[in-house]
């Protein structure tokens, strides 16, 4: 008996075994794009390294702009030029516009909540809506131009005072210019949803909550072996989901009070102007479902998405745009006769301004070229088997679109690893998703409903920045010495903060 049930296991195993070599013959006669050969279970995850965009950057010109990697039981496709980005986003849009989504973000079903991150389909269409046709119209920006220019002129002001009171210590009066960015980027987003200040010196609930946010952001952005192998979720084996849930009910309770807060307000009619949030709360269900209304659940998702989204990636932008500015002090030089020469020594610059800019206008889209925030978008999911570029790409493979390679493409740009601005003079090159060797906010369906509201924040600071201050590098510091290396997170960072020396000029 004991020989019959052995001899039936060996045939179990062996038909499963044939089954799937037979399994994995059929899908090698399809045919896949190129790439590296990987190892076995965990594919391709150890070529990527620490940062990813790079590696697969310097893998397109072995294996071409169109690559395919295992990671782990993950089918990945990434496409690394403007022809085979311009086949996607024109052709194949719909295939692929559904999310791929990390684990960490399951937690209070924030992946379902978020513009970023659901899926496409009736909620996403609603949000999708409210984000471009109330919060990011023209009229709606040029509502809440004072709002900009109050945030911003409240980061001048503290690189002024912390500048000053550092010379009065002996020191030499350098800053962390990102830290000053970022508050300014948070709190113009805490305006325009909450109609307040988040971060200030009597705010608690405020630093309470950009501290659970940052946590949240580390994360996020952390790796996570679940993501690889997705059978491996329920154990949480690096504890990410577990920390996650913890930190992102955290923000969920700040944001449930802030929101509360402002139910409060509206009753007691102490605040006219209407925000997103008040905006957000006509769609509120109140616990129905409909296709036009928002659960209580996702609206503090929608507030969470909007400071986590809006904060990093700005910020880090005009960061970066100031360190090529700082490196290459011919094009500071040009953007400061610019600014001199249209707006003058006796004013601020005001957002009225930027359409006469033009050189800053170039430096920013340059900026965006070598420095896109977030180097592979987010990133997106096969909803069906699609024949793309004569490649064939099952359903539920994830798809990257490395937009750092595309910006470096010698097939596209002329001495493409060099900060040139004037490249931009005179071009009709934009990047609002109809140029596609230039998608740092992606493009079609799902190109970033903030696009409009981080292009007026990234012009009107970078441009006050240079205005006002004249700067110099500090700690012995040159152009030629400038770390110019990235820090992976939500957005692509600097690893050495960029720390300056301000010198008001006007």
Request: hydrophobic letters at 40%.
């Amino acid at each position: 008996m004991e020989c019959v049930s052995g001899l039936l296991v060996l045939l179990a195993v062996a038909s499963f075994i044939l089954l799937l070599i037979k399994k994995q013959s059929k899908k090698g006669t399809q045919h896949r794009p190129p790439g590296p050969p990987g190892w076995p279970v965990i594919g391709n995850l150890l070529d990527l390294g620490t940062m990813p965009h790079q590696t697969l950057y310097r893998l397109q010109f072995e294996y071409g702009p169109v690559l395919w990697l295992k990671l782990g039981s993950v089918s990945t496709m990434v496409v690394q030029s403007a022809k085979a980005a311009a086949e996607l986003f024109k052709n194949h849009d719909v295939d692929f516009c559904d999310r791929k989504y990390p684990d960490s973000l399951t937690a209070h079903n924030y992946c379902q909540g978020a513009v970023a991150f659901s899926n496409y389909g009736v909620y996403w269409r609603l949000l999708r809506r409210l984000y471009s046709m109330e919060l990011h119209v023209s009229k709606r920006l040029n509502e809440t131009t004072h709002t900009r220019r109050k945030c911003i002129d409240n980061m001048i002001k503290f690189i002024e005072e912390d500048a000053e009171a550092s010379r009065a210590r002996g020191e030499s009066g350098e800053v962390n210019l990102g830290h000053y960015l970022f508050l300014m980027a948070f709190n113009v987003v805490g305006n325009l949803v909450l109609s307040k200040d988040i971060l200030d010196s009597k705010s608690k609930e405020g630093h309470e909550f950009y501290e659970a946010l940052s946590k949240v952001s580390e994360w996020a952005s952390k790796p996570n072996v679940a993501d690889y192998f997705p059978f491996l979720k329920w154990l949480d084996p690096v504890g990410i989901k577990r920390n996650m849930v913890r930190d992102m009910g955290r923000t969920m309770k700040i944001v449930a009070q802030l929101v509360a807060e402002r139910v409060e307000e509206k009753k007691l009619a102490k605040e006219r102007e209407n925000n997103f949030l008040d905006l957000l709360l006509e769609y509120e269900g109140d616990g129905k479902e409909g296709p036009d209304k928002i659960s209580q659940q996702n609206l503090k998702v929608i507030v969470l998405e909007m400071f986590s989204a809006g904060s990093e990636t700005v910020s880090s932008s005009i960061e970066w745009g100031m360190t090529e500015l700082l490196r290459n002090p011919d094009s500071m030089r040009k953007a400061k006769e610019e600014l001199n020469s249209i707006v003058g020594a006796s004013r601020k610059v005001e957002e009225s301004d930027i359409e006469d800019l033009q050189y800053l206008q170039a430096v920013v889209k340059e900026t965006l070229r070598l420095h896109p925030p977030a180097p592979l978008l987010l990133p997106r999911n096969a909803r069906q088997n699609t024949n793309y570029m004569g490649y064939f790409v099952p359903k539920d493979t994830q798809i990257l679109v490395n937009v750092w390679a595309i910006g470096r493409d010698p097939n596209t740009w002329e001495d493409p690893l060099s900060f040139k601005p004037e490249r931009f003079l005179g071009s009709q090159i934009d990047y609002k998703g109809q140029n596609y060797e230039l998608i740092p906010f992606g493009a079609g369906r799902r190109i970033c409903p903030g696009m409009s509201l981080a292009e007026r924040e990234v012009h009107i600071a970078l441009a006050s920045l240079i205005h006002y201050f004249d700067w110099e590098l500090g700690s012995g510091t040159t152009p030629e010495t400038m770390d110019m290396n990235e820090s992976m997170g939500v957005a692509v960072r600097k690893l050495v903060p960029l720390k300056v020396q301000p010198k008001k000029r006007i």
